[in-house]
Protein backbone atom coordinates (compact mmCIF):
# COMPACT_ATOMS: atom_id res chain seq x y z
CA UNK A 1 0.00 0.00 0.00
CA UNK A 2 1.35 3.29 -0.70
CA UNK A 3 1.27 6.03 1.96
CA UNK A 4 -0.49 9.14 2.16
CA UNK A 5 1.31 12.12 0.26
CA UNK A 6 2.20 15.51 2.08
CA UNK A 7 3.88 17.91 0.07
CA UNK A 8 5.44 21.30 1.25
CA UNK A 9 7.53 23.98 -0.66
CA UNK A 10 8.95 26.93 0.29
CA UNK A 11 10.19 29.73 -1.67
CA UNK A 12 13.55 30.98 -2.26
CA UNK A 13 13.01 34.60 -2.54
CA UNK A 14 15.70 35.56 -0.47
CA UNK A 15 17.93 34.44 2.92
CA UNK A 16 16.15 33.32 5.27
CA UNK A 17 15.35 35.15 8.40
CA UNK A 18 14.97 33.38 12.66
CA UNK A 19 11.43 33.99 12.35
CA UNK A 20 11.63 31.27 8.80
CA UNK A 21 14.00 29.19 10.87
CA UNK A 22 11.57 28.71 13.73
CA UNK A 23 8.28 29.46 12.31
CA UNK A 24 8.98 27.11 9.38
CA UNK A 25 11.84 25.26 9.08
CA UNK A 26 12.26 23.72 12.51
CA UNK A 27 8.81 22.49 12.35
CA UNK A 28 9.07 21.43 8.54
CA UNK A 29 12.20 19.37 9.88
CA UNK A 30 10.24 17.92 12.96
CA UNK A 31 7.18 16.88 10.95
CA UNK A 32 9.42 15.06 8.19
CA UNK A 33 11.44 13.18 11.49
CA UNK A 34 8.21 12.82 12.66
CA UNK A 35 5.45 11.59 10.13
CA UNK A 36 8.10 9.83 7.81
CA UNK A 37 7.40 5.86 9.51
CA UNK A 38 3.13 6.69 8.08
CA UNK A 39 3.42 9.15 5.24
CA UNK A 40 5.56 10.04 2.22
CA UNK A 41 6.77 14.02 3.12
CA UNK A 42 7.08 15.94 0.42
CA UNK A 43 9.47 18.65 0.55
CA UNK A 44 9.24 21.20 -2.70
CA UNK A 45 12.04 23.79 -3.37
CA UNK A 46 9.59 26.09 -5.00
CA UNK A 47 11.71 27.45 -7.57
CA UNK A 48 9.13 28.88 -10.20
CA UNK A 49 7.51 30.82 -7.05
CA UNK A 50 10.39 32.71 -6.77
CA UNK A 51 9.68 35.40 -9.13
CA UNK A 52 5.94 36.35 -9.48
CA UNK A 53 7.14 39.25 -7.70
CA UNK A 54 10.14 40.70 -8.76
CA UNK A 55 13.87 39.53 -8.09
CA UNK A 56 17.37 39.95 -8.99
CA UNK A 57 17.87 37.02 -10.98
CA UNK A 58 21.74 36.74 -10.81
CA UNK A 59 20.97 35.63 -7.31
CA UNK A 60 18.47 33.10 -7.72
CA UNK A 61 20.82 30.12 -8.07
CA UNK A 62 23.27 30.90 -5.19
CA UNK A 63 20.05 31.50 -2.99
CA UNK A 64 18.42 28.12 -4.53
CA UNK A 65 21.85 26.08 -3.40
CA UNK A 66 21.57 28.45 -0.02
CA UNK A 67 18.28 27.54 0.88
CA UNK A 68 18.50 23.81 0.11
CA UNK A 69 21.90 23.95 2.57
CA UNK A 70 20.17 25.69 5.32
CA UNK A 71 17.66 22.93 5.63
CA UNK A 72 20.47 20.62 6.09
CA UNK A 73 22.04 22.41 8.57
CA UNK A 74 18.46 22.51 11.00
CA UNK A 75 18.18 19.40 10.66
CA UNK A 76 17.03 17.72 7.60
CA UNK A 77 17.59 13.91 7.19
CA UNK A 78 18.97 13.01 3.66
CA UNK A 79 18.89 9.58 4.63
CA UNK A 80 15.31 8.81 4.62
CA UNK A 81 13.70 7.53 1.04
CA UNK A 82 10.59 8.56 2.80
CA UNK A 83 11.16 12.10 3.26
CA UNK A 84 12.55 13.84 -0.87
CA UNK A 85 13.62 17.08 -1.49
CA UNK A 86 13.44 18.31 -5.12
CA UNK A 87 13.91 21.57 -7.10
CA UNK A 88 10.37 22.62 -9.41
CA UNK A 89 11.39 23.14 -12.08
CA UNK A 90 13.34 20.24 -12.41
CA UNK A 91 9.91 18.33 -13.05
CA UNK A 92 8.86 19.85 -15.94
CA UNK A 93 5.41 18.51 -15.54
CA UNK A 94 4.36 21.09 -13.04
CA UNK A 95 4.60 23.83 -15.79
CA UNK A 96 2.93 21.67 -18.37
CA UNK A 97 -0.12 20.57 -16.00
CA UNK A 98 -0.33 24.58 -14.78
CA UNK A 99 -1.14 25.93 -18.68
CA UNK A 100 -3.32 22.69 -19.23
CA UNK A 101 -5.66 23.61 -16.00
CA UNK A 102 -4.81 27.27 -16.51
CA UNK A 103 -8.06 26.34 -19.62
CA UNK A 104 -10.33 25.12 -16.88
CA UNK A 105 -9.82 27.96 -14.71
CA UNK A 106 -11.98 31.19 -14.33
CA UNK A 107 -10.79 34.40 -14.71
CA UNK A 108 -13.19 35.47 -11.75
CA UNK A 109 -11.80 32.71 -9.91
CA UNK A 110 -8.60 33.96 -9.99
CA UNK A 111 -9.80 37.44 -9.50
CA UNK A 112 -11.00 36.73 -6.31
CA UNK A 113 -7.93 36.06 -4.65
CA UNK A 114 -7.22 37.70 -1.78
CA UNK A 115 -3.43 37.52 -1.75
CA UNK A 116 -3.55 38.27 -5.37
CA UNK A 117 -5.02 41.69 -4.36
CA UNK A 118 -2.69 42.32 -1.54
CA UNK A 119 0.55 41.58 -3.12
CA UNK A 120 -0.56 43.17 -6.08
CA UNK A 121 -1.71 46.03 -4.51
CA UNK A 122 2.04 46.71 -3.82
CA UNK A 123 3.40 47.14 -7.09
CA UNK A 124 3.34 49.61 -9.40
CA UNK A 125 0.69 48.47 -12.17
CA UNK A 126 3.65 47.60 -14.87
CA UNK A 127 5.54 45.31 -12.46
CA UNK A 128 2.26 42.87 -11.72
CA UNK A 129 2.80 40.14 -14.07
CA UNK A 130 0.42 37.20 -15.62
CA UNK A 131 2.38 34.64 -13.08
CA UNK A 132 1.23 36.25 -9.82
CA UNK A 133 -2.53 36.09 -10.67
CA UNK A 134 -2.23 32.72 -11.58
CA UNK A 135 0.29 31.01 -9.28
CA UNK A 136 -2.45 29.34 -7.78
CA UNK A 137 -2.96 27.06 -10.50
CA UNK A 138 0.79 26.40 -10.28
CA UNK A 139 0.47 25.62 -6.62
CA UNK A 140 -2.75 23.56 -7.27
CA UNK A 141 -0.57 21.85 -9.80
CA UNK A 142 2.34 20.77 -6.97
CA UNK A 143 -0.20 18.76 -4.79
CA UNK A 144 -2.47 17.51 -7.69
CA UNK A 145 0.75 15.84 -9.12
CA UNK A 146 1.69 13.49 -6.58
CA UNK A 147 -1.74 12.87 -5.32
CA UNK A 148 -0.58 14.65 -2.06
CA UNK A 149 -3.79 15.22 0.66
CA UNK A 150 -2.26 17.33 3.32
CA UNK A 151 -0.90 20.68 2.74
CA UNK A 152 0.60 22.25 5.50
CA UNK A 153 -1.35 25.91 5.08
CA UNK A 154 -1.16 29.49 6.85
CA UNK A 155 -4.20 31.48 6.94
CA UNK A 156 -3.14 33.38 4.00
CA UNK A 157 -2.92 30.39 1.98
CA UNK A 158 -6.73 28.74 2.47
CA UNK A 159 -7.89 29.99 -0.56
CA UNK A 160 -6.07 28.36 -2.60
CA UNK A 161 -6.25 25.35 -1.08
CA UNK A 162 -10.36 25.56 -1.47
CA UNK A 163 -9.67 26.31 -5.31
CA UNK A 164 -7.22 23.29 -5.71
CA UNK A 165 -10.04 21.03 -4.45
CA UNK A 166 -12.85 23.07 -6.61
CA UNK A 167 -10.53 22.59 -9.99
CA UNK A 168 -9.45 19.02 -8.64
CA UNK A 169 -12.96 17.85 -8.33
CA UNK A 170 -14.19 19.90 -11.47
CA UNK A 171 -11.75 17.59 -13.81
CA UNK A 172 -12.36 14.40 -12.10
CA UNK A 173 -16.56 15.36 -13.08
CA UNK A 174 -15.78 16.42 -16.54
CA UNK A 175 -14.20 13.86 -17.20
CA UNK A 176 -15.42 11.09 -15.16
CA UNK A 177 -12.57 9.69 -13.82
CA UNK A 178 -10.39 9.93 -10.78
CA UNK A 179 -7.85 12.38 -12.28
CA UNK A 180 -6.90 13.72 -9.33
CA UNK A 181 -6.81 13.09 -5.27
CA UNK A 182 -8.94 15.55 -3.72
CA UNK A 183 -6.58 17.49 -0.62
CA UNK A 184 -8.32 17.79 2.20
CA UNK A 185 -10.25 20.39 3.83
CA UNK A 186 -8.65 23.63 5.62
CA UNK A 187 -9.86 22.78 8.88
CA UNK A 188 -8.95 18.86 8.52
CA UNK A 189 -5.45 20.28 7.46
CA UNK A 190 -5.35 22.07 10.47
CA UNK A 191 -6.34 19.21 12.38
CA UNK A 192 -3.70 17.27 10.82
CA UNK A 193 -0.71 19.58 11.63
CA UNK A 194 -2.32 21.36 14.38
CA UNK A 195 -2.97 24.81 14.18
CA UNK A 196 -0.33 26.42 16.52
CA UNK A 197 1.19 27.92 13.28
CA UNK A 198 0.62 30.73 15.18
CA UNK A 199 4.43 32.11 15.69
CA UNK A 200 5.08 35.40 14.43
CA UNK A 201 9.01 36.88 15.22
CA UNK A 202 8.45 40.56 14.74
CA UNK A 203 11.13 43.35 12.85
CA UNK A 204 13.02 44.58 15.52
CA UNK A 205 13.33 48.42 13.82
CA UNK A 206 9.42 47.94 13.79
CA UNK A 207 7.93 45.39 16.22
CA UNK A 208 4.55 46.41 15.12
CA UNK A 209 5.35 44.24 11.86
CA UNK A 210 6.22 40.98 11.04
CA UNK A 211 9.90 40.11 10.26
CA UNK A 212 9.54 39.40 6.51
CA UNK A 213 12.69 38.65 4.15
CA UNK A 214 11.43 40.83 0.97
CA UNK A 215 11.68 43.79 3.69
CA UNK A 216 13.99 46.45 2.00
CA UNK A 217 16.39 47.55 4.29
CA UNK A 218 16.78 44.66 6.44
CA UNK A 219 17.61 46.41 9.12
CA UNK A 220 15.24 44.82 11.69
CA UNK A 221 16.27 41.45 10.49
CA UNK A 222 18.30 38.22 11.55
CA UNK A 223 19.24 36.76 8.50
CA UNK A 224 20.92 33.21 8.79
CA UNK A 225 23.61 34.58 6.98
CA UNK A 226 24.06 37.38 8.80
CA UNK A 227 27.40 38.41 10.30
CA UNK A 228 27.09 37.18 13.97
CA UNK A 229 28.89 40.60 15.30
CA UNK A 230 26.27 42.80 12.94
CA UNK A 231 22.96 40.57 14.00
CA UNK A 232 24.25 41.39 17.50
CA UNK A 233 24.11 45.09 16.69
CA UNK A 234 20.65 45.02 15.13
CA UNK A 235 19.42 43.14 18.74
CA UNK A 236 21.36 46.16 20.27
CA UNK A 237 19.78 48.74 18.21
CA UNK A 238 16.00 46.97 18.89
CA UNK A 239 13.01 49.77 19.15
CA UNK A 240 11.48 49.12 22.42
CA UNK A 241 9.09 51.60 24.37
CA UNK A 242 9.23 54.05 27.43
CA UNK A 243 7.15 52.11 29.85
CA UNK A 244 10.42 51.11 31.97
CA UNK A 245 9.85 47.87 33.36
CA UNK A 246 10.23 44.49 31.23
CA UNK A 247 6.34 42.89 30.61
CA UNK A 248 5.25 40.64 27.81
CA UNK A 249 2.69 42.67 26.54
CA UNK A 250 2.26 42.08 22.60
CA UNK A 251 0.07 45.75 22.21
CA UNK A 252 1.68 48.20 24.88
CA UNK A 253 5.55 46.65 24.69
CA UNK A 254 5.67 44.71 21.21
CA UNK A 255 9.40 44.86 21.40
CA UNK A 256 10.70 44.07 24.72
CA UNK A 257 7.60 41.15 23.81
CA UNK A 258 9.63 40.07 21.04
CA UNK A 259 12.66 39.93 22.18
CA UNK A 260 11.27 37.76 25.22
CA UNK A 261 10.08 35.73 22.47
CA UNK A 262 13.37 35.23 20.89
CA UNK A 263 15.11 35.08 23.53
CA UNK A 264 13.20 31.79 24.27
CA UNK A 265 13.11 30.47 20.90
CA UNK A 266 17.14 30.70 21.23
CA UNK A 267 17.53 28.89 24.87
CA UNK A 268 14.81 26.24 24.32
CA UNK A 269 12.93 27.45 27.10
CA UNK A 270 9.01 27.87 27.25
CA UNK A 271 8.03 31.41 27.27
CA UNK A 272 6.56 31.47 30.54
CA UNK A 273 10.13 30.41 32.20
CA UNK A 274 11.35 32.91 30.23
CA UNK A 275 8.81 35.70 31.03
CA UNK A 276 8.93 35.16 34.62
CA UNK A 277 12.55 35.31 34.58
CA UNK A 278 12.99 38.73 33.34
CA UNK A 279 9.89 40.50 34.54
CA UNK A 280 9.86 44.02 35.76
CA UNK A 281 13.26 44.40 35.28
CA UNK A 282 14.20 48.45 34.56
CA UNK A 283 17.56 47.94 32.84
CA UNK A 284 16.37 47.15 29.09
CA UNK A 285 20.45 47.30 27.92
CA UNK A 286 20.24 43.57 30.06
CA UNK A 287 17.70 41.80 28.05
CA UNK A 288 18.99 43.18 24.95
CA UNK A 289 22.90 42.08 25.92
CA UNK A 290 21.34 38.76 26.90
CA UNK A 291 19.71 38.22 23.53
CA UNK A 292 22.33 39.40 21.34
CA UNK A 293 24.62 36.90 22.82
CA UNK A 294 22.43 34.59 22.16
CA UNK A 295 21.59 35.63 18.49
CA UNK A 296 25.44 35.82 18.41
CA UNK A 297 26.13 32.17 19.62
CA UNK A 298 23.15 30.30 17.62
CA UNK A 299 24.41 32.29 14.45
CA UNK A 300 27.89 30.95 15.02
CA UNK A 301 26.49 27.36 15.76
CA UNK A 302 24.50 27.52 12.75
CA UNK A 303 27.51 28.52 10.65
CA UNK A 304 29.72 25.59 11.59
CA UNK A 305 26.69 23.37 11.11
CA UNK A 306 26.64 25.26 7.14
CA UNK A 307 30.33 24.06 6.96
CA UNK A 308 29.15 20.43 7.84
CA UNK A 309 27.03 20.06 5.12
CA UNK A 310 27.64 17.57 3.11
CA UNK A 311 27.09 18.86 -0.80
CA UNK A 312 27.91 15.66 -2.98
CA UNK A 313 25.29 13.88 -0.02
CA UNK A 314 22.72 16.83 -0.80
CA UNK A 315 22.94 16.81 -4.47
CA UNK A 316 23.14 13.19 -4.50
CA UNK A 317 19.85 12.82 -2.57
CA UNK A 318 18.11 16.01 -5.18
CA UNK A 319 19.24 14.13 -8.01
CA UNK A 320 17.99 10.97 -6.75
CA UNK A 321 14.93 12.27 -5.70
CA UNK A 322 14.00 14.58 -8.30
CA UNK A 323 13.81 10.93 -10.80
CA UNK A 324 11.69 9.42 -8.50
CA UNK A 325 9.16 12.71 -8.29
CA UNK A 326 9.51 13.28 -12.20
CA UNK A 327 8.12 8.90 -12.40
CA UNK A 328 5.27 10.02 -10.21
CA UNK A 329 4.38 13.35 -11.41
CA UNK A 330 4.58 11.95 -15.29
CA UNK A 331 2.15 9.96 -14.37
CA UNK A 332 -0.54 12.18 -13.40
CA UNK A 333 0.23 14.33 -16.00
CA UNK A 334 -0.48 11.37 -18.57
CA UNK A 335 -3.62 11.05 -17.08
CA UNK A 336 -4.82 14.16 -18.03
CA UNK A 337 -3.02 14.51 -21.08
CA UNK A 338 -4.96 11.57 -22.36
CA UNK A 339 -8.77 12.74 -20.91
CA UNK A 340 -7.65 16.21 -22.14
CA UNK A 341 -7.01 14.46 -26.24
CA UNK A 342 -3.51 15.44 -25.80
CA UNK A 343 -2.30 11.61 -26.18
CA UNK A 344 -3.72 8.40 -27.15
P1 LIG B 1 8.28 37.44 2.07
O1 LIG B 1 8.55 38.82 2.58
O2 LIG B 1 9.00 37.13 0.77
O3 LIG B 1 6.83 37.08 2.04
P2 LIG B 1 8.59 35.97 4.52
O4 LIG B 1 9.70 36.28 5.47
O5 LIG B 1 7.23 36.43 4.89
O6 LIG B 1 9.04 36.49 3.09
P3 LIG B 1 7.64 33.52 3.41
O7 LIG B 1 8.45 32.93 2.27
O8 LIG B 1 6.41 34.28 3.07
O9 LIG B 1 8.63 34.42 4.29
O10 LIG B 1 7.27 32.37 4.42
C1 LIG B 1 8.07 31.24 4.64
C2 LIG B 1 7.61 30.60 5.92
O11 LIG B 1 8.09 31.33 7.05
C3 LIG B 1 6.09 30.53 6.09
O12 LIG B 1 5.77 29.28 6.65
C4 LIG B 1 5.78 31.62 7.07
O13 LIG B 1 4.63 31.33 7.84
C5 LIG B 1 7.04 31.65 7.95
N1 LIG B 1 7.31 32.98 8.47
C6 LIG B 1 7.51 34.09 7.71
N2 LIG B 1 7.78 35.15 8.49
C7 LIG B 1 7.75 34.70 9.78
C8 LIG B 1 7.95 35.34 11.04
N3 LIG B 1 8.25 36.63 11.13
N4 LIG B 1 7.85 34.58 12.16
C9 LIG B 1 7.55 33.26 12.07
N5 LIG B 1 7.34 32.61 10.92
C10 LIG B 1 7.45 33.31 9.77
MG1 LIG C 1 5.55 36.16 3.47
Known amino acids: ????????????????????????????IDMAKNKAEDYQVNLMLADLHSFTTPINHAELQPQIQATLRNYVAAGLPLDNPSVRIFRQSYVPAHSELTWILDCFTGMGEMNRMTQFKDKSAKLHEDRINVGLFNYPVLMACDVLLYGAEYVPVGDDQSQHLEFMRDIADRMNSQFNQELFVIPRAVKE???????????????????????SKSDESGKGIVFLGDNPDEAAKKVMGATTDSVGAVRYDLEKQPGISNLLQIHALLSNEPLPKVIEHHEGQERYGDLKQEVADQVKEFLNDFKERLANVDDAQLMAKLEADEKQMNGVANATLLKVQKAVGLRA
Open 1 to 28: MTKPVILTGLRANNDLHIGNYFGALLPL
Open 189 to 211: QHEFFGKDQGLRIKDLQDPTKKM
